[in-house]
Structures are given as structure tokens and as C-alpha cells.
């Protein structure tokens, strides 16, 4: 009798297995493995130092692509950026899928680094925030432009995304694929696009381009305005002007001074 419940068990099981593995293989795409710790560290930091910076607030979101495996992504739990620890630190697959742990409480926008990823090999982090000084140029006929050398990358100007454009009247997040690929495709190859209404996403090649781009953007935006608030003509830089500092560019010396405030050490 214990051994035909046990046989039968052992079936039932093997069948509920056989039938269940595909559906679950969905919902829980594979783990490249571990992360490099020093890379762990430094998603850490770079949510600390945008917190410091006033580049995102409790809102906005920092992501890297997994070290491992290019089609996998790191990014914190829905948490408030400066709170976030080792510990909430999720892997996604680039249709924003949790490897694991999907009760877990995630950010409704996490579409829009997954999108880019898939279109944009080069770019290795992303960053999306609603940077206060920012904003204002995402509604306003005025185009953002690079005044000083720190802007270089925005030389080129920036595209906009309307979500009307992608989903009609929404509330305005990009929380599902089909607004992220829309985003994504809007973005194109440049370094980051202005969200209306709402805020940027910025991509770099690593964390700390990353996080310097959206530091510089937010700085950008204000002496912008500052400039235009004098009155009178203003000169921007010149794409080339733009493309030959980007060529130069890296942000060696303040990732050190930043993710040394942010981490304490
Ligand atoms: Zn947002």
C-alpha cells in the first residue's frame, strides 16, 4: 500500500513536473550565477551618489548589465535609492523578468532599461530619474543644449518621448514593454532622451559614465536656464566641440570623490 502511494506520488509528481517546467522556465528565466562583488558595490554606490546629488529622490532607478552575461541586468528592489543594500539587489532578464524572488516589490518602469539593453549592445548601465531642473525641458519648446564642457555629450541634442505617442492617455509610467521598446527606439544611438512630462533615462558604457552623465544633465539643464534668464543670445557648443570632448571624456576623478561620500570610505 506505502509502496503504490509512493510509485504513485513519485508519477504524479514527475507529470505535474513534466507539465509545469516550460511555464515556470518562463516565469523564472535562468541566473548567470553570481556578480562580481566590486560590481555589486558600485550599483550600490551609484544609487547612493544620485541620491546625494539630487539626481533622484525617493523616485528614479540605476541598473548595470550582469558581468556574466550581457542578455542579464542588476538593479535594486523597488526601494528608494539611497536605502538600497546588497540586499536588494535583484537579476533581471532583458524582459525586465526577476530570475528569482518575483513577489518581491519591483519598479513599474524597469521596462525601460530592459528595452535599451536589447536595442543598445554598447551601453552597459542605465538611469532613469525625474531630475527637477530637467523636467522643465521635457514640456518646454526650448531645447536642452550644451552651454559648458561638462554637457559635451548633450551637444548633439537630445531626443523626446511622448508616451501619447506609444499608449495614448496614460499615467504617464513606462511600465510595460511596449513602452519601453518605444522609448528605446526614440532613444536611437544617442546618450539619453527627455521623457515629457516626466523625467530622462541616460545610458553610459559603465556606472560611473553613467552616473556622470546624469549628474552633468541635471547641471546642464540649470545653467541653461540660468543663461537664458540673463537675456540675450546665448552661444552653445558645437556638436564638434561635443564630440571631441566625448572623445577625452571619462569620469575617473569624481566616481573616486563621489563613491567616496557615498560609501563612507
Ligand atoms: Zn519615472
Known amino acids: 500500500m506505502n509502496t503504490f502511494a509512493c510509485t504513485c506520488l513519485s508519477i504524479c509528481l514527475a507529470a505535474a513536473a513534466a507539465v509545469m517546467t516550460p511555464a515556470l522556465a518562463q516565469q523564472r528565466p535562468a541566473s548567470a550565477g553570481p556578480a562580481d562583488p ?3 558595490e558600485d550599483l550600490i554606490a551609484a544609487n547612493r551618489i544620485l541620491a546625494m546629488q539630487g539626481v533622484v529622490d525617493a523616485m528614479g532607478h540605476v541598473s548595470v548589465r550582469h558581468n556574466r552575461d550581457p542578455n542579464r541586468y542588476l538593479m535594486s528592489l523597488a526601494r528608494a535609492p539611497e536605502l538600497v543594500t546588497e540586499a536588494d539587489i535583484m537579476e533581471y532578464d532583458l ?4 530570475v528569482r524572488d518575483p513577489g518581491r516589490r ?3 518602469e524597469r521596462y525601460i532599461h530592459g528595452e535599451i539593453y536589447k536595442l543598445r549592445p554598447d551601453v552597459f548601465a542605465v538611469v532613469h530619474a525625474h531630475t527637477p531642473s530637467v523636467v522643465p525641458f521635457t514640456v518646454s519648446r526650448v531645447p536642452l543644449r ?6 559635451g555629450f548633450l551637444a548633439e541634442g537630445l531626443p523626446t518621448f511622448e508616451i501619447r505617442e506609444a499608449g495614448g492617455m496614460t499615467d504617464m509610467l513606462v511600465s510595460n514593454a511596449a ?3 518605444a522609448l528605446a527606439e526614440k532613444l536611437g544611438d544617442k546618450p539619453a532622451i527627455l521623457l515629457r512630462g516626466h523625467g530622462m533615462a541616460v545610458t553610459g558604457k559603465s556606472l560611473p559614465y553613467v552616473v556622470g552623465r546624469s549628474i552633468y544633465l541635471g547641471v546642464a539643464a540649470k545653467l541653461q536656464a540660468e543663461a537664458i534668464a540673463l537675456g540675450g543670445a546665448i552661444t552653445y557648443l558645437d556638436p564638434e566641440e561635443g564630440r571631441k570632448i566625448e572623445a577625452r571624456r571619462d569620469y575617473i576623478r569624481p566616481w573616486e570623490l563621489w563613491k567616496r561620500h557615498a560609501m563612507g570610505k
Open 95 to 98: 524582459d525586465s523578468n526577476p
Open 106 to 108: 519591483q519598479y513599474s
Open 38 to 40: 566590486q560590481l555589486i
Open 146 to 151: 550644451a552651454i559648458a564642457h561638462s554637457g
Open 179 to 181: 513602452f519601453g521598446r
